[in-house]
């Protein structure tokens, strides 16, 4: 009950970290949260992935939906605020 409670929790913190950047959160689960990058018309997860990479957060994008891309929790602090760091870059450079 407890594990389940934390990954609730740290959903809420991502999607919400999501929603900042300007990203829609589509679904996901405790594990996981998949995002629909469309900011822009020509918007694609393909650069939001290259991005993420560049400061060392993996996911995984779709072949079938170049919208999409899937996010792992982060699994500490540190990385917690990797992701933070990341997506307001993100946010920052106008993507």
């Known amino acids: 009950d407890q594990q389940r ?3 609730a929790g740290d959903m ?3 999607t919400a970290m999501v929603k900042e950047a300007g990203l829609t959160p589509h679904s996901g689960t405790d594990l996981y949260l998949l995002i629909q990058n469309n ?3 020509d918007s694609n997860a393909k650069a939001l992935h290259q ?3 560049r400061h060392g957060i ?9 919208l999409w891309i899937r996010l792992g ?3 500490h602090e ?7 760091s990341a997506l307001t870059s ?3 450079d106008g993507n």
């Open 5 to 7: 409670q934390r990954l």
């Open 12 to 14: 809420a913190r991502s």
């Open 39 to 41: 900011d822009a018309p």
């Open 51 to 53: 991005h993420l990479a």
């Open 58 to 66: 993996w996911t995984r994008i779709f072949e079938y939906n170049p």
């Open 73 to 75: 929790l982060p699994a």
């Open 78 to 84: 540190g990385e917690w605020n990797r992701l933070q």
């Open 90 to 92: 993100w946010r920052q």
